[in-house]
C-alpha cells in the first residue's frame, strides 16, 4: 500500500464520522487520547473519529495544534501501544506534527513495521530536523527503505542531501540508482544537474535518468538564475540526443529553445528535414521563437526541399516572423502543383509582400477557385504594406474587367478610404460584373456626396437594381434627414421613364418623408401598371404609420386583388406596431365596414387571421353573425386565438365563449373547447410571451403607485417595470438602469408583475448619479408566477464591485402556482456603498430554476445628511501600497463566474498588501489601462471567440512579458482558445480532447515543492472540487501541487508556476465554486500565489 492511502483512509473515516449516532454521551479530549494506545484493527473506533476531527479543526490553531502533537508524540514513544495505534498517531502527525516530534519518529526508522510509517510522516513535517533525520538514511538503509528516504528528501528538495544522493547513482541497485536520479531532478539545483549530466545508468533505468534530466532543466529554466542556464541547456541537449520517445525528445528541444536561442537554432533546422512528421511539424512551430535573417534564410533553403504538408507548416511560420527577405520564396510557391501549398504561399506572400502585389493577387482571385480563390481574397482583404490602399485603388482604375472586379472587392473588405471617385466611375463600366462590385463597395465605403450620383445611376440603370438600391440605402442613412434622402429621389421619379420608377419608389419609400408620402401616393393612380404596383408596395412597406388611411382605403377599392391583399397586410402590420391599445382596436375595427361583399369579407377573414392581436380577434368575431362567411370568420378566431394563447389568455377565453355559442359545428366546438381549457390553466414554466415595449405612461402610473408607500422622507426618483423598462432617470440625477439580464413575460401574467428580467444566476442593476449627501433605499417586487421553487438573495456592491454587503437574506419567492400573489420590499442601502455616485444591484438565485424581478425601484432621501441604518460599520480604507489585482471575469459556459468573484477577491484582500478590483468584461485584457494593475486573474472560461480575445491575450503577453503577474483560477485554463499563445502564459491549458475531470468530490492534494516561496511550510490538505485532468502544453513549468485521480490513479498538477519573460504566472486547477474556494488550503493557495505573482513575499510578515 502506498503511504498516501493510509491518510485517505483516516480522512474518509472522518468524512463518514457524522454519520452515525451511537446515543452515547459525548468523549472528552483526554477521554478519547486514553482509549488510543489500546486500539487494534476491527476495534470500535469512535474516538479515532472524535481525534481526527479535533486535529482538522486544530491544524490551524497554533497552541492546540502543538497541545495535541505532543499528546500524539507521548503515545508513539510508548513501548506499550499497539502498532495500528501508532500507525494512526503517524498518521495525524502529518497534519500537527511539529520538529518536536521529529526524534520519535526517527527511532521509528529502524522499527521494520513502522519505518515507512515514520519516513512518511518526517517528510510531512517541515523543517531542517526532519530532514536531518531522513538524510541519516542514506548511509544506514538498503534496498525498498533506500529507495523510501531518497525519495522523500528528493520530494522536500533537500540542497544538502545532493552529494550524498549523487554517489547512489553508481548504486548497484538499479532502484536505487534510478530514484536517486528521479530525487536529483526534483532538487534541481546546479550541483544536482551536474550530477545528472555526468550520469550513466543501466539502459533499462535509462528513462528514469532522462526523465530526471528533464525535470531538473525544467525546473532550472523556470527559477531564472543566468548562472543555472548553461547547465539546463546540457541537460536539454542530453534529453533531445537521447533514445527516449519522439515526444519526450521534443521536450527537450523546446526547452533548449527557451533557454538558449542560440543552441537551439541548428538543431531545430536539422529537425526540419527529419522524416518523422511530428519532429518536423513540432522544428516549424519552433522556428517562431528563433529570430534573425539567418534562421530566416536557412528556412528559404530548407522550404522546397519539404513535403506539401511542411511547406503548408513552414509558410505559416514564415508570414509570421514577418521577415519580408522571405517573400520571393513564398511568390514562387504560388504556382506549386498542391492546392494547399499555394494557398499558404498566396497568405504568406500578404504577410511579408508589397502592395505591388495587388494585380497579381487581384488576378489569382479571378481565374482560380477553391482552397487558392479563397486565399488570394483573403490576402488582398489582409495584405500588410503602408502604401496598400493608395497601390489598390491605382490598381483597380484599370486592366482586366474580371480582375478589377476582385479589387474593387477588396476595397470594400478593407474600407478602403478615398475611394468613393474610383468607385463611380467605376459603377457606369460596361462590364456588369464591375458595376455590381462597385455598387457593392460603395455600400460600404461610399461618402454623401455621392448620394445624387447614385440615385441618377439608379434612374438610368435597367435590369437587376438591387446592388443601387443597397447602397443608395447604406450612403443615404449618413445623410442628415429623411428630407435630404428624399429630395434627389423625388426629382428622379418625376423625370424618369415608367420602367425605371418602381426600383425609385422602392427606395423612396424606405426615406418615410412626408415628401416622399405625397409622390408616392401621387403614383397610385400612375397610367403604368408597374409603377402602380411599386407605389402600393412602398404604402405598404412604409417605416410608419403615416399612410395608414391609403392603405385602407386600397384594401378596399383597389381594383386588384393582389393591391387588396398587399394593402391589407400593410395596414394590418402599422395597426400591429401601434403601442396605445386603444388606438390600436381604433386601426383594426376601421377594416370592418370596407368588407361588403363576401369576397372581400373572405379576403379580410384570411388576412386578419396573420394578426396575433386581441384586436384583430374582436374584428373576427363580429363576423360570426354573418352567414355568408360564418365558417372563414369561424376559422380566423381560432387561428388568432391560438396565436394569442402565450400572450393573452383572458381574450382567448372570452372568446372561445362566444364561438361556442355562435357556431353550432362540432369540429369548430371540439377546437374552441380546447383552447378554452388552455387558457384556463396557468402557464407553464417557459410559456413566454411577447415583452411589451416600453410605455411611459403605464411606467408613469406605476411609479406613482410605489411613491404611496415610500418610508417618511423620501422619495421615489427611479422605478424600472422589469422586461418594458430598461433604464429610468434624467441627466446629472440618480438613473437606474438594467446590466446583465434578458426580458420575458410569462404568458397570461399581468404586466406589472409577470414582465421581468431573469437569468440563470444573477440579475444586476445599476444606480449612478447618486448624492453623497444623501440616503438611498432599494424597492423591489418578485413573485415566482409559474413555480413554487426559487429563492433569492439581494446584494449591494460599491459601483466598481470593492465591496459588496448583503441587503436581504436567501427569501422563498410566492409562488404563483399556489396562488400566492407577488410580494414587495423596500430595504436601506449602507451609505458607506453610495457615496461614490454609484452601486451596483445583484439579485443572486439561491434555489431553482433561475432568477427573476418584476419591479426594481430607487429612493433618495429629501434631506441631505441623513444617517445610514445604526452602526453601520466605516469603509475600510485601502493600503495605498497595496498591490493592484484584476479579476478579469464575465462569461463561461459551466461554471457560476458571479458566485466565485467576490469570495475570490475576499479571500484574496485578507492579505492587506492586496486590493482587488473586478472587471465583467474579458474584452478589458485589450485595454491600455490593464498596465496600470500589477496582477491579472483570469477568471473567465469563452465558449466562443471574444471581440478582442486576440488582441486582449497579446496584450496580457506584454503585460507579464515586462514585469507583472497573472494568476489563473479553475475554469481559466480554458480561456482565450482563439489566441493560441496563451499557453505561454499559462503554462498549461485546456485540451478538450482529454478527458475534462474526476467526478466532483473529496481528495487529497499533496505539495511537492516545499521549498518554493508559494508552498513552503504548507503540507497536504484536503478539499472537495473537480479534480483537473485535462491540463495540456510544453511550456516550461515547475509543479507545486499534485492530486491523484481516483479515475485513473495518476497524478495531476493543481497548482504550478512558470515565468514569462520579466514575469510570473501562478496557475491552480483549483476552485470550481465557492465552496471549494473556501477550503483552508485552497484559500492560503490563491493567497501566496497571488502576492508571490505581484511580486511580495507570498507570506505577509
Same mark, same amino acid.
Given at each position: ?398 486592366? *482586366? $474587367?474580371? @480582375? #478589377?472586379?476582385?479589387?474593387? =472587392? /477588396?476595397? %470594400? &473588405? ?6 468613393? +471617385?474610383? !468607385? ?103 397610367? *403604368? $401598371?408597374? @409603377? #402602380?404596383?411599386?407605389?402600393? =408596395? /412602398?404604402? %405598404? &412597406? ?6 395608414? +388611411?391609403? !392603405? ?550
Amino acid at each position: 500500500m502506498k503511504p498516501q492511502a493510509f491518510v485517505g483512509v483516516g480522512l474518509l473515516l472522518l468524512a463518514f464520522a457524522p454519520i452515525a449516532s451511537t446515543g452515547e454521551a459525548p468523549l472528552t479530549l483526554d477521554q478519547a487520547l486514553a482509549q488510543v494506545p489500546t486500539y487494534d484493527y476491527g476495534q470500535p473506533d469512535r474516538a479515532l473519529h472524535f481525534l481526527e476531527l479535533e486535529i482538522v479543526r486544530a491544524a490551524t490553531d497554533a497552541p492546540r495544534k502543538t497541545q495535541l502533537a505532543e499528546r500524539l508524540g507521548a503515545i508513539l514513544a510508548d513501548p506499550k501501544a499497539t502498532h495500528a495505534a501508532k500507525v494512526w498517531c503517524c498518521q495525524q502527525l502529518l497534519l500537527v506534527g511539529t520538529e518536536a516530534q521529529v526524534p520519535i519518529l526517527a527511532k521509528l526508522l529502524d522499527d521494520e513495521k513502522l519505518a515507512e510509517m515514520a519516513r512518511f510522516t518526517l517528510e510531512g513535517i517541515p523543517g531542517e530536523a526532519s530532514l536531518a533525520a531522513l538524510r541519516t538514511c542514506l548511509d544506514r538503509f538498503k534496498g525498498m527503505p533506500l529507495v523510501g528516504a531518497v525519495n522523500s528528501l528528493g520530494i522536500r528538495r533537500d540542497a544538502k542531501s545532493v552529494a550524498a544522493i549523487a554517489r547512489l547513482l553508481t548504486s548497484s541497485d538499479p532502484l536505487v540508482a534510478a530514484a536517486a536520479a528521479e530525487a536529483l531532478g526534483k532538487i534541481a539545483n546546479a550541483e544536482a544537474a551536474t550530477a545528472l549530466a555526468k550520469a550513466h545508468l543501466p539502459p533499462k533505468q535509462m528513462g528514469a535518468l532522462q526523465d530526471a534530466q528533464l525535470r531538473c532543466a525544467q525546473l532550472l529554466a523556470a527559477a531564472g538564475d543566468a548562472a543555472d542556464a548553461p547547465i539546463a541547456q546540457k541537460l536539454y541537449e542530453q534529453v533531445w540526443a537521447s533514445n527516449r520517445p519522439v515526444a519526450w525528445r521534443l521536450a527537450g528541444l523546446v526547452g533548449l529553445a527557451k533557454v538558449s536561442k542560440e543552441k537551439a537554432a541548428p538543431l531545430v533546422l536539422d529537425a526540419l528535414g527529419s522524416d518523422d512528421p511530428l519532429i518536423q511539424a513540432s522544428a516549424v512551430q519552433l522556428t517562431k521563437e528563433l529570430p534573425g535573417e539567418k534562421v530566416t534564410a536557412a528556412l528559404v533553403q530548407r522550404l522546397e526541399k519539404l513535403d506539401p504538408k511542411g511547406q503548408v507548416l513552414l509558410l505559416g511560420v514564415l508570414a509570421e516572423r514577418g521577415d519580408r527577405s522571405a517573400a520571393p520564396a513564398a511568390l514562387r510557391l504560388i504556382e506549386a502543383k498542391d492546392d494547399a501549398v499555394r494557398a499558404a504561399a498566396i497568405r504568406a506572400t500578404a504577410a511579408l509582400g508589397d502592395s505591388a502585389l495587388f494585380p497579381r493577387l487581384g488576378a489569382l482571385a479571378a481565374s482560380e477557385r477553391g482552397l487558392v480563390q479563397q486565399a488570394a481574397r483573403s490576402a488582398l482583404a489582409a495584405l500588410n504594406a503602408k502604401d496598400a490602399g493608395e497601390r489598390l485603388l491605382a490598381a483597380a482604375a484599370e486592366g *482586366d $474587367a474580371t @480582375v #478589377r472586379a476582385e479589387l474593387l =472587392r /477588396a476595397i %470594400a &473588405a478593407r474600407r478602403t478610404p478615398h475611394a468613393t +471617385p474610383l !468607385l463611380l466611375k467605376a459603377a457606369a463600366d460596361p462590364d456588369e460584373a464591375v458595376r455590381r462590385a462597385a455598387f457593392d463597395a460603395l455600400a460600404v465605403v461610399g461618402t454623401p456626396d455621392c448620394y445624387p450620383k447614385l440615385v441618377e445611376s439608379l434612374a438610368a440603370a435597367r435590369g437587376d437594381t438591387q446592388a443601387i438600391e443597397r447602397a443608395i440605402l447604406a450612403v443615404g442613412a449618413q445623410l442628415p434627414s429623411p428630407a435630404d434622402r428624399a429630395t434627389p429621389l423625388i426629382a428622379a421619379v418625376k423625370s424618369a421613364a415608367a420602367a425605371a420608377k418602381p426600383p425609385l419608389l422602392r427606395v423612396l419609400g424606405a426615406t418615410g418623408s412626408p415628401a416622399a408620402l405625397t409622390t408616392v401616393r401621387s403614383c397610385l393612380s400612375d397610367a *403604368d $401598371a408597374g @409603377v #402602380r404596383d411599386a407605389a402600393v =408596395r /412602398a404604402l %405598404a &412597406a412604409w417605416p410608419d404609420a403615416a399612410p395608414a +388611411p391609403d !392603405l385602407l382605403a386600397l384594401a378596399k377599392n383597389a381594383e386588384s386583388q393582389l393591391h387588396r391583399v398587399i394593402a391589407l397586410r400593410g395596414y394590418l402590420r402599422l395597426a400591429g406596431e401601434v403601442k396605445d391599445e386603444a388606438a390600436r382596436l381604433r386601426m383594426l375595427e376601421a377594416i370592418r365596414p370596407i368588407a361588403t361583399t363576401a369576397d372581400s369579407k373572405k379576403l379580410l377573414l384570411a388576412t386578419l387571421g396573420e394578426a396575433p392581436d386581441a384586436g384583430a380577434l374582436q374584428v373576427a368575431l363580429s363576423f360570426l353573425d354573418d352567414t355568408e362567411v360564418k365558417p372563414e370568420a369561424a376559422a380566423a378566431v381560432l387561428r388568432i386565438a391560438n396565436a394569442l394563447l402565450a400572450s393573452d389568455r383572458a381574450a382567448v377565453r372570452n372568446a372561445m365563449k362566444t364561438l361556442i355559442e355562435k357556431v353550432k359545428d362540432e369540429a369548430v366546438s371540439k377546437q374552441a373547447e380546447a383552447l378554452h381549457d388552455q387558457a384556463l390553466k396557468p402557464p407553464r414554466a417557459g410559456g413566454a410571451a411577447a415583452v411589451p415595449d416600453y410605455d411611459k405612461k403605464r411606467s408613469e402610473g406605476m411609479k406613482a403607485d410605489v411613491a404611496t408607500r415610500a418610508p417618511k422622507g423620501y422619495k421615489v426618483v427611479c422605478y424600472l417595470n422589469c422586461g418594458p423598462d430598461a433604464s429610468d432617470g434624467e441627466k446629472g440625477k440618480p438613473t437606474l438602469r438594467v446590466g446583465d439580464a434578458q426580458p420575458y413575460r410569462w404568458a397570461g401574467a399581468d404586466i406589472r408583475y409577470g414582465t421581468v428580467f431573469f437569468t440563470g444566476d444573477a440579475v444586476t442593476f445599476d444606480a449612478t448619479g447618486l448624492n453623497p449627501k444623501k440616503a438611498y433605499q432599494l424597492g423591489f417586487s418578485w413573485w415566482d408566477c409559474d413555480h413554487d421553487t426559487r429563492a433569492q438573495s439581494v446584494w449591494a456592491a460599491t459601483g466598481k464591485g470593492e465591496k459588496t454587503t448583503k441587503l436581504v437574506d436567501k427569501t422563498k419567492l410566492p409562488s404563483g402556482a399556489k396562488g400566492e400573489k407577488p410580494a414587495e420590499k423596500v430595504v436601506p442601502i449602507p451609505q458607506q456603498l453610495t457615496v461614490g455616485g454609484s452601486v451596483r444591484i445583484t439579485f443572486r438565485n439561491e434555489a431553482q430554476p433561475n432568477c427573476v424581478v418584476s419591479e426594481v425601484w430607487l429612493l433618495e432621501s429629501e434631506a441631505e445628511g441623513v444617517q445610514g441604518e445604526p452602526g453601520a460599520p466605516e469603509p475600510k480604507k485601502a493600503d495605498p501600497n497595496a498591490k493592484k489585482v484584476l479579476i478579469v471575469t464575465g462569461v463561461d459556459s459551466a461554471h457560476n463566474w458571479r458566485a466565485t468573484m467576490r469570495p475570490l477577491a475576499d479571500l484574496l484582500e485578507k492579505d492587506p498588501r492586496l486590493s482587488c478590483t473586478i472587471v465583467e468584461d474579458p474584452n478589458f485584457l485589450a485595454s491600455d489601462e490593464l498596465h496600470s494593475y500589477d496582477v491579472v486573474v483570469i477568471h473567465f472560461q469563452n465558449p466562443k471567440p471574444l471581440e478582442k480575445g486576440v488582441e486582449g491575450g497579446k496584450n496580457l503577453l506584454k503585460f507579464v512579458e515586462g514585469g507583472k503577474g497573472v494568476v489563473v483560477v479553475h475554469f481559466g485554463c480554458g480561456a482565450l482558445r482563439e489566441w493560441p499563445d496563451f499557453v505561454k502564459v499559462a503554462g498549461r491549458v485546456w485540451d478538450p480532447k482529454m478527458r475534462a475531470h474526476d467526478p466532483r468530490g473529496p481528495f487529497k492534494v499533496n505539495i511537492t515543492d516545499v521549498k518554493h516561496p508559494i508552498t513552503e511550510g504548507m503540507t497536504a490538505f484536503d478539499t472537495d472540487d473537480e479534480l483537473y485532468t485535462c491540463l495540456a502544453g510544453d511550456t516550461p513549468v515547475q509543479v507545486l501541487a499534485i492530486a491523484t485521480s481516483k479515475v485513473d490513479k495518476k497524478d495531476y498538477p493543481m497548482a504550478l508556476v512558470t515565468t514569462v519573460g520579466k514575469g510570473r504566472c501562478f496557475h491552480c486547477a483549483l476552485g470550481h465554486d465557492a465552496r471549494a474556494l473556501s477550503f483552508p488550503g485552497v484559500s492560503e493557495l490563491y493567497r501566496r500565489g497571488t502576492a508571490w505573482a505581484a511580486g511580495l513575499p507570498p507570506v505577509a510578515k
